[in-house]
């Protein structure tokens, strides 16, 4: 899609960001190259691997991976 930085809009999965990055003290653009060098694919193998590894929630991993997988990307 596109290049996005904050503010983040106000509804859909961009919506948790400013609490993902506050809560876990990582940028959007980090979680999104960890993301994309996880060596996984799927959505769920993604936010499983973030649980697992980060200790990250299930809906703040759900709205990241979605965000990502969709072809978005947070600039730095």
Same mark, same amino acid.
């Given at each position: +899609?596109? /290049?996005?930085?904050?503010?983040?809009? !106000?509804?859909?999965?961009?919506?948790?960001?400013?609490?993902?990055? !506050?809560?876990?003290?990582?940028?959007?653009?980090?979680?999104?190259?960890?993301? *994309?060098?996880?060596?996984? /694919?799927?959505? +769920?193998?993604?936010?499983?691997?973030? !649980?697992?590894?980060?200790? +990250?929630?299930?809906?703040?991993? *759900?709205?990241?991976?979605?965000?990502?997988?969709?072809? *978005?990307?947070?600039?730095?």
């Amino acid at each position: +899609m596109a /290049d996005q930085s904050p503010p983040w809009p !106000k509804q859909g999965p961009a919506s948790y960001f400013p609490s993902i990055e !506050k809560k876990y003290g990582r940028s959007i653009a980090e979680w999104q190259t960890i993301i *994309n060098g996880c060596g996984l /694919d799927k959505h +769920m193998a993604i936010v499983g691997h973030l !649980k697992t590894e980060y200790e +990250m929630g299930h809906g703040h991993a *759900n709205a990241l991976v979605a965000w990502t997988l969709a072809g *978005n990307t947070a600039a730095p």
